[in-house]
Structure formats: C-alpha cells, structure tokens
C-alpha cells in the first residue's frame, strides 16, 4: 500500500492524471481486500471520475466494475 501511495504523490506531483487514476483504484482494490470497502470506495470514486473528467474512456471503463463492487460492498 505504501508503494501505491508513493506513487499517487509522484503523479499528483507530476499532474498525470492517468498514472494518479491507476494508482487510486489500485489503492481501493487493496483496501477492500482489507475490509474496509468505505475507504476503497472513496478512492474509486476519485478514479473514476478523474479518468471521465479528462477523457480517458477506456481506464474509466476499466475502473468501472471496481466502483460497482465497492458500492455493493459498502
């Protein structure tokens, strides 16, 4: 978890919106592994709408089913 968070401070750093997007729905998928669907849910939410908001179709399709598996989980 420690790597994903690094990596979502560099791409925010670095204003990569894709890598940021990547790095936050990995960071769900971990936390929700954890048990703690809330918090991933949060931060798939963030992916999601970041990779809508600035175009990038295919990763929001991707993240998709990670955003409907964390709202029914929660």
């Not at 670095?14 to 954890?34: C, D, P, R, T």
């Amino acid at each position: 978890m420690a790597l994903h968070e690094e990596e979502e401070r560099i791409c925010r750093q670095l204003g990569n919106i894709e890598g940021l997007a990547y790095s936050l729905a990995n960071q769900a998928l971990l936390v929700q592994k954890m048990g703690r669907a809330q918090a991933g849910l949060s931060l798939v939410e963030q992916a999601y709408q970041l990779a809508s908001e600035h175009g990038y179709a295919a990763l929001a399709k991707e993240i998709s089913p990670i955003l409907e598996s964390l709202r029914q989980s929660g």
